[in-house]
């Protein structure tokens, strides 16, 4: 619409046509128009306008919060506004573009359209009728004032309707499904000519739910009034009424340009695309003009006395673009609407976020990796970064936290409760929030933990296990170098042998080779744990017991399970799912690739549930799960794929997720082979599965010196790793958190060889250790499990401890190194059950936890993704970050660290003490 | 007008007055006048809601209410508040409803205590035991136990037996927190129930289903039946999975987590049906009913099968029922769409959209009626199940579970299901899935009712039982209304109190819905005693009709007072 020109056909028809749908809803209309009037004055409230129940609930339920409170909210939005919704409603302007329309001379008009995906925009049918009228136009941005009032530079970019047009037609008609909606989907070129980027303009999200506003809200129009500098109506406009297809809102003395965003004042959400005016009329059907007289040809819109605005809904657009069919060529436009527009996964509906923008950074985002090198770990492709946070324990500003989110976090997406079954009062306290930034992720934690609601808050990036970080893992070297046998893309050669060469004469081996028992060195740790190795049914095992095994629940938290004959019958593949691609299924994907120590989760398995190799012919075959017998399980081990692979864990809250979920569903034993440094949240799904009774064994890590987390916190099982001398393994961790120790160094377990052939190789960990004494577990609390009815939940996994600790053998070490001693699961079984009163709390007496700070974290991150003894301030850039620290985190590594002086020959230099670092980071 | 008066198998007679008010002692000593009358919300939020709301918190079955619908024998069934309800954060409109504050009368100390973890499911149990038994001292009631199994005659107050509406009911420590034993009553006068309570701790809820049975024979109560699980996921204790049921309240709980029935489960059944107790130092036999209401599908199979390995021989009894018109092979066939999901905390369920089985032919409108394919309700494998062990089928008269829906959007007619259960029905179709989807967005249900859907029900269930057992069904259908249990009830038959109402409907639908549902579904005759018109013979029918609504109940209830002996 250029300015004052005379109203054309379609302006007119459209006029009309919003004037029916008025005259149709004047009762309403004027009940509403009254109570308007009645708010402005003062003696009726805003919540009281609509008659609609359901609707003013619905909008109460968005505001979140107390339901008086949100009452109050709403009654106030008139006058008072909340800067957070200002600012969504600025951040929602950037989206909104002037539509240039060409005619075959020039300039033929002016609309207004908005982005409602990265690539696609929305304006009117009548803006664009077809495709060939989008082809001609351009979508400009930028075209507003600058904040000292001068002209900003506008960014023009070309439409693609060959790519996507979607279009209703702005006249009803019976034979066009969903016409009369008035709008039009069409793709824009992601690069113009200049090469600026439209990602930079974000794009708004349209959100079909109810209770975005209610009748006597105030609108807002963002718009290009006839082709002029992008403006936002701030006037007192209210919506009137809603009707099937639109809503009414009150006139501002311009009819709004084609093709505006109206947005609720209360909600910055997006209600309508406005599509039209509507005229005042007298009797007769004749419009009127602002002097009274009837319109005459030729006069303009500025003549007409309008009496309101008629804009589409939303959810009427929606539903139409769900429904109308597309042409293959578009469906994957259309896809990737769907992707832009769906909302944050949340339950409820009070969090959600409603205008959600794309990163305005220019830089596209990288894509993560699979490996760890390169990989872009604190934000996904979508500009999202995570958090843990831990409130405060002081319940006002809990309460105030939870009012108030959303305007002290900016860009918050979404927050929930970490475990929101839990009672427990840390657990209470921890929040997950998903935050829309470019910023430093710890910047942001440090903005987010300086507000007093909050004790602590950690970006949730991806980190190294201790297996990755010390670059060792299962296949550890029998007093040679790692690459003798087993190779970095994850294959392995036997290595009996070595094994043989170096073990015979221990006391394992040469028990295990005792009366002659050809090929028994391969099954050492049994001797060494102290069950027997037998063609027979277990003697010790009931009936029941079995039974009971049968029906009990083991879960494996690792990278997934393969298809390796060793393991194939003892997976229970009715239960796993995948924690990381949140898909159904816990497959080890990376045991496809040429990955790194793949294969991780089949190892540890098979100290549970290994059966049978299936090529007989390579007589490589040995050492099975203990808890199977005559080849067959006891019990099916449940696999959940939590780390992307044994060398990262992607993000802390999939362990987590994956843990819950085991608790939930109540599993009876869970084990995890391998750690990281300790988190909050970490520490809270410890203490829920201690506090429900899942035993929990985890390894107590690998060559990193101290104890990882989860095996460091007081409600886990820690487990150490021994050799066939029942002496520690050289790269067990070790400290006081260690319960117990068991097999670790030199443990027979599947493998592939360089030809992807299964073979059985010697290899070590403290992961070998930990699945042995999760097996011993359940036999534990098969035996025991009708008499553990009468305990706490808490105190079976104490009761569980205590028989453990008592029928270890005694190992030839320090106390408080590695554990008791080493499993004995015979003793294990035959040791009496501790009465309940015995039994102590494994958190009594332990202080309330008291998070480092955000620096010290940081500092502490890097440290810990960063291979020991090459980080050094300034250079301390992880593989695994690639923000630059921040100055916190560079205060926090630069206390840790030494600089020693310059020489006449060389320079300075800086070197950290990581290990200082990380031990007081560990607390150990 | 029923010469007997009615009987009705799940009813809430005195939950809504009780949580009224939380009482800080125990025993109660609130007037009993306040505790047998209307419950009313008195608060300005009223004005707010809509109308099917209003009917669910409107009081459907208050003592004094059996008394004007001539309730001559029921079973009161209590159900502690579970923690899903009282989510005011994210629990959706009705959570934040209930813990609003302006639910007036509503005590909200009840809904604080439950939320914060402050007191145990058994002790809200016993406490509203408590209620039944002075009503029963004060003569308001009768309570019925096997130690006098006699019914009161004098047709002045009714006859009602105890039941137990989910496990957690046994759970003896503190709500959500399942190492601390609730260790909160205070004893102003102790009895039977509160020394166990205070004195017997116990975390097994087998051993603690053995003591309360045993308290309540102390005071001459008895439990009469046991539903395994509820409206909710109870992370402390889980029994069963549940069917998910509550599309009112949002709340990780609501979603069914696990598969099938849960070692502790297969305990409390044991315990339950080999129950004992101690009176006058002779071991009496006293074994607890298990309801299959709630529980998943795959629940209820692993149930029957349970009991076929153990050789159990107690009825089988579904209280409070809707059937999905289906057998279990046509229910997977009509599975229209499945996704999965993960909830925020990452636990994974599956949305599964099974289209309802049409109830009966009925011309222009015949889709309306069809019945309502959630799996909470019985397939016919089950209906065979309670039959053949000679058990009763109390029929809901929540129109919501009868099947009866206005305009039944995707949203409405969706539910969720267990994961783990959904891959045990539906194997491949598992394999199929691809990334989950976020949850979807609340939407409200309206639903309308009608006595024809009741008759639907009922119609289906006597067709299966003719088909696949030589029982007469009508013999084992009763009305299990779940009034005062947050339903929304029949439009003919809001409350209790009009019962007479439910009858003389009943008399007039009946065969009507009798021809529909053969044309539909085809058939014998399912009412066959006809004159010689063809019609239903009006005696026959008044018969069977007072049978359901009483006689059935009846005969059950006094051969569960004599031990199904």
Known sequence: MTQSLPLDQTTLYLADKAASNYAAHSDEINKIINRITENRNGVRSLTDITDDKTRLLRRVAREGGALEQALERINGVPDFQDMAILRKIVRASTSVCRIVLRGRSGISGYGTGCLIAPNVLITNNHVFPDADTASRATAQFNYELGDNGQILTPVSFRLRPDLFFLTSPYTQRDDVPFSGRDFTLVAVEPTNTDGALLSQFGFVRLDQTLGKIIEGENCVVIQHPKGDYKKAVLKDIRLITITDNFIIYEADTLPGSSGSLVLGLGTADVVALHHSAVPRKNAEGQWL????????????????????????????????????????????????????????????????????????????????????????????????????????????????????????????????????????????????????????????????????????????????????????????????????????????????????????????????????????????????????????????????????????????????????????????????????????????????????????????????????????????????????????????????????????????????????????????VLFMCMGSYPRPMLEAIAREAYEKGVIWACAAGNEVGFVVAPALYPGTIAVAATNPNDLPWSGSSHGPAVDIAAPGEDVYVPFLDNKKREVMVYGSGTSYATPQVAAAAMLWKARHYDKLGQYLPWQVVEAFRTALIKSARKGQWAVNTYGAGILDITGLLAQPLAAPATLKHAYTNQPEARPHGVGIAEAAHVTWNTAPDTSTPGAAESALTTAPLTQRGRQALNAFSVTTPASAQESSSTVTDSDALLRYFFNQ | MAATGFFDFHLHPVFKKFICKYEDTYPSTRPLADLTGQFELTSHIVRLLDK??????????????????????????????????????????????????????????????????????????????????????????????????????????SNLALSLEGGHGLCRTLIGNPGQADTSLIVTSADSLSDDFTAQFTSNPAQSLQQLQQALWDQKLDLCYLVLTHLSHIDEQPLATHAYGMKMIKDVSSYPMGNGLYLKGRQVIDAAYTLEVNVKGTKTPAPVLIDVKHMSLKSRLDFYSYRREKGYQLPIIASHVGVTGYSLSAWKEALDEANPMRLPSGEPVVTINVQRKTAGSWGVINKEFTYNAWSVNLMDEDIEAVLQSDGLIGVSLDVRILGWHDILTKDEQEEYMSAEEFRFFFPERFQQFGLPAPESKFMPTREERHPLALCFNLLHIVSVGNIRTDKDPWLQICIGSDYDGLINPVINCRSVSQLPELESNLIRWLPIAERAYREENGGGPLLTVRDQQGEVDMTYLKGIVQNVLYANGERFMKRWLTNFS
């Open chain 1, 289 to 668: 003009r602002k002097d009274g007289k009837v319109r005459q040809p030729g006069d303009s819109d500025d003549d007409i006395d309008w009496i309101g605005n008629e804009g589409v809904r939303v959810s009427c657009i929606v539903e139409a673009f769900n429904e109308l069919s597309i042409p293959d060529s578009m469906q994957p436009y259309k896809a990737k609407i769907l992707e832009a527009q769906a909302p944050p996964p949340v339950v409820g509906t009070t969090s959600s976020t409603p205008v959600t923008l794309a990163p305005t950074s220019s830089a596209a985002p990288a894509e993560t990796l699979p490996l760890p090198v390169n990989a872009a770990p604190a934000r996904t492709a979508t500009g999202l970064l995570y958090f843990e946070v831990l409130l405060t324990d002081q319940p006002a500003l809990q309460a105030d936290w939870d009012l108030r989110a959303n305007q002290l976090v900016p860009g918050l997406i979404d927050q929930i409760p970490l475990l929101p079954t839990s009672l427990n009062s840390f657990a209470r306290r921890m929040r997950y929030l998903t935050v829309k930034s470019t910023d430093n992720p710890w910047s942001v934690a440090a903005t987010i933990e300086g507000l007093p609601q909050v004790d602590s808050c950690r970006p949730d990036l991806q980190s190294l296990t201790d297996i990755g970080r010390s670059g060792t893992e299962s296949v550890a070297p029998i007093h040679d170098t790692e690459s003798a046998f087993v190779f970095n893309n994850g294959t392995a050669e036997p290595n009996e042998d070595k094994f043989l060469g170096n073990w015979s004469k221990s006391v394992q081996v040469k028990a295990a080779l005792k009366g002659g028992k050809s090929g028994h060195q391969r099954w050492w740790n049994w001797y060494a744990v102290n069950w027997p190795v037998s063609d027979q049914p277990q003697p010790g095992l009931s009936k029941p017991e079995r039974e009971r095994l049968a029906q009990m629940r083991l879960v494996q938290m690792d990278t997934g399970y393969s298809d390796h004959s060793k393991v194939a019958h003892g997976y229970n593949t009715d239960l796993d799912f995948d924690f990381i691609d949140m898909d159904q299924e816990a497959v080890d994907e990376k045991a496809f690739f040429g990955f790194k120590f793949p294969y991780h989760g089949t190892r540890t398995a098979s100290l549970v549930v290994g059966g049978s190799l299936a090529d007989t012919s390579t007589l490589l075959d040995g050492n099975s799960g203990l808890l199977v017998e005559n080849g067959k399980p006891l019990t099916r081990l449940i696999p959940y794929r939590i780390a992307q692979s044994v060398i990262l864990i992607g993000r802390g809250k999939q362990v987590v997720d994956g843990v819950n979920y085991a608790v939930r569903s109540g599993a009876d």
């Open chain 2, 52 to 157: 099917e709301l209003l009917h669910i918190l409107g009081s459907q079955s208050c003592v004094d209410q059996l008394d004007e619908g001539h309730l001559a024998l029921g079973v009161a069934a209590i159900a502690p508040i579970e923690r899903l309800f009282t989510n005011k954060d994210d629990g959706g409109l009705f959570g934040k409803i209930l813990n609003s504050g302006l639910t007036k009368p509503l005590d909200l100390t009840y809904m604080n205590r439950v939320r914060e973890g402050q007191v145990s499911y058994y002790q809200l149990l016993i406490r509203e035991i408590n209620i039944y038994k002075r009503l029963h001292d004060d003569g308001r009631l009768h309570m019925l136990n096997r130690q006098s199994p006699a019914f009161d005659t004098s047709r002045s107050k």
